[in-house]
């Protein structure tokens, strides 16, 4: 199958994979809403919300969405896929607003098509390349990116668990949006082995490793969600590491690559400013749907299930 082939399977298999994330979010942090508030990963969650017909929604859609993902890494690299991913802040929005029946706001929106559009001229100057054939995870070809990721992840929980402002739920979001993209590289590795057959399947560390390290990533998310007050800020920094964490786990463990000439660097450059500009604009915006009690979420309902941490600050949370 040519490269272009493929790329008209993975870009929209990952377009819907990010709808489907959107939508998940949305419902999930609807849910988280309604139940009791538990400790950081505690397992606790997800038993008082597996009950929850929204959670329930919301878990469909995350196996639809995951599915959609994997047809994309089978047939694309990860350095498009994975930035593909960051779209689903804007589904994430207008659900969440349509769950609340309100109309989505339109500034959310454009931020979210900002980042959308910021992304789509990195991958169009970054030309992404997949791994040659034949490539494997091994984690032990960069060490260093590896014990990155660990300190940042526990970096995150001790941030989240220390500090009662209101950044420790962007910490969570990012600690999230981490496991998430370490993730998305140790399901592309499964997806390269299951082409060798399904004998190599169960053989291949990454299996095991994304059966560990993907539910640690979706507890953390549901606690991202409980714990905020708005799920658009939230989603904007998940779906921002989580791409950004798997084009470096695809350059670091999968022999993937970038153009990295000057000039294209230059423009890769702008577009990261044009993805981040987004992404403010979409956090700055819901503080001020927040504070004018306009926000898609009811405020007053939370009020009931606060956790003590943000009750000081809830005026002023960003996520």
């Given at each position: 199958m040519t490269d272009a082939v493929s790329l008209l399977v993975a870009v929209p298999a990952a377009v819907v994979g990010a709808a489907g994330f959107g939508m998940a979010s949305a419902a999930q942090q609807r849910a988280t809403h309604e139940v009791p508030v538990s400790s950081t990963l505690s397992p606790r969650l997800v038993v008082d919300l597996i009950r929850h017909p929204w959670w329930l929604l919301g878990l469909v859609m995350t196996v639809l969405a995951l599915s959609m993902q994997l047809v994309a890494l089978a047939f694309g690299p990860l350095t498009v896929v994975q930035p593909l991913l960051v779209t689903g802040v804007v589904f994430a929005g207008v659900f969440s607003a349509l769950l609340h029946r309100r109309a989505p706001d339109r500034w959310v929106v454009v931020g979210g098509l900002f980042t959308a559009a910021g992304l789509a001229a990195f991958l169009l100057q970054a030309r992404p390349v997949a791994a040659p054939e034949g490539e494997h995870l091994d984690v032990t070809d960069s060490p260093a990116f590896l014990v990155t990721i660990v300190v940042l992840v526990v970096g995150?929980?001790?941030?989240?668990?220390?500090?009662?402002?209101p950044t420790r739920i962007l910490a969570l979001a990012l600690g999230t949006g981490i496991l998430f993209g370490v993730t998305a590289a140790l399901m592309k590795a499964v997806t390269t082995a299951?082409?060798?057959?399904?004998?190599?399947?169960?053989?291949?560390?990454?299996?095991?490793?994304?059966?560990?390290?993907?539910?640690?990533?979706?507890?953390?998310?549901?606690?991202?969600?409980?714990?905020?007050?708005?799920?658009?800020?939230?989603?904007?920094v998940i779906t921002t590491a989580d791409p950004i964490v798997g084009v470096f786990a695809g350059i670091a463990w999968l022999g993937e690559s970038l153009d990295t000439t000057g000039p294209l660097i230059a423009g890769q450059a702008i577009a990261g400013v044009v993805v981040l500009a987004g992404i403010a604009s979409v956090t700055l915006r819901s503080t001020v749907l927040l504070r004018r009690g306009d926000a898609p979420e009811d405020a007053a309902t939370w009020e009931h299930h606060d956790p003590a941490p943000e009750s000081s600050a809830s005026s002023s949370c960003p996520g």
């Open positions: 995150c929980l001790i941030y989240a668990r220390v500090i009662s402002n299951v082409r060798g057959g399904l004998g190599e399947l169960f053989t291949t560390p990454a299996l095991y490793a994304a059966c560990i390290i993907g539910p640690m990533g979706f507890l953390l998310s549901q606690n991202t969600f409980q714990q905020g007050r708005l799920v658009s800020p939230s989603v904007a």
